[in-house]
């Protein structure tokens, strides 16, 4: 089966400017998760999605940060605006159900300079 | 706070020499225990996955032990070989957690040949 699906791969954009990542989970996954992982750090989950209703957005800067999952499939993710301790990786998660094994990602490497 | 905790950040091995990656965390309610590998700039891939009703899981050269009463779970590779060299990463996902892993910060493992 095709796994979870990325774009862009990177994306360099300097402070104060907006940027938006979109992620296709595995087919029939019901729920999805973005994590943030810093460099040298464990991914810290960011929001959990399950179909398209937001289980957990609690660690989400919601000042900067939004998201959705539009018809329970596809999501994207925004910065706007972007600051330099946004810079990391941008992983996306799906499984069946949530509590079940969780596929990952290649993950969007941002930088903000 | 429910922390995740992995140490030794980093470990060197020669080729051949068993690993054994330590893991700790704070609740022993937990719902499952998830070991991770993540290679330079790429995404996570699932090694292992843990019920709490479980006490190991095995994989080919791969084991994890879980021992929910003092809050560990360890991951043995067997004959090391050159291609293990990663960033092994322990995820937990909490009894009221809904699914979301918490991670550890992972050991870098380099095996030498």
């Known amino acids: 089966e095709a796994g979870v699906a990325q774009s862009p791969r990177y994306k360099i954009i300097e402070k104060r400017q907006s940027v938006a990542f979109w992620c296709n989970p595995i087919?029939?996954?019901?729920?999805l998760y973005w994590y943030q992982q810093i460099l040298g750090q464990g991914p810290k989950l960011l929001i959990q999605f399950q179909n398209n209703g937001v289980v957990d957005d609690s660690q989400l800067p919601k000042d900067r940060f939004s998201a959705e999952r539009l018809k329970g499939v596809d999501s994207t993710l925004k910065i706007q605006p972007a600051k330099l301790e946004d810079s990391a990786v941008y992983l996306c998660a799906s499984s069946t159900y949530r509590d079940y094994e969780q596929y990952f990602g290649p993950g969007t490497r941002l930088t903000v300079t | 706070k429910q922390e995740v905790t992995q140490i030794p950040a980093a470990l060197s091995v020669p080729e051949g020499e068993n690993l054994v990656l330590n893991c700790s965390f704070t609740d022993s309610a937990i719902y499952n225990l998830q070991w991770f590998r993540q290679d330079p700039g790429k995404g996570l891939t699932s090694l292992l996955l843990?019920?709490?009703?479980?006490r190991e899981q095995t994989s080919g050269r791969l084991n994890a032990s879980l021992d929910k009463s003092s809050g560990r779970s360890t991951l043995y590779i067997a004959a090391s070989q050159p291609g293990d060299s990663a960033t092994y990463l322990c995820?937990?996902?909490?009894?009221?957690?809904?699914?979301?892993?918490?991670f550890g910060a992972g050991t870098q493992v380099v095996v030498t040949p």
């Open positions: 995820a937990v996902s909490f009894d009221d957690s809904w699914g979301k892993l918490q």
């Open positions: 087919s029939g996954h019901a729920t």
């Open positions: 843990i019920q709490s009703s479980q």
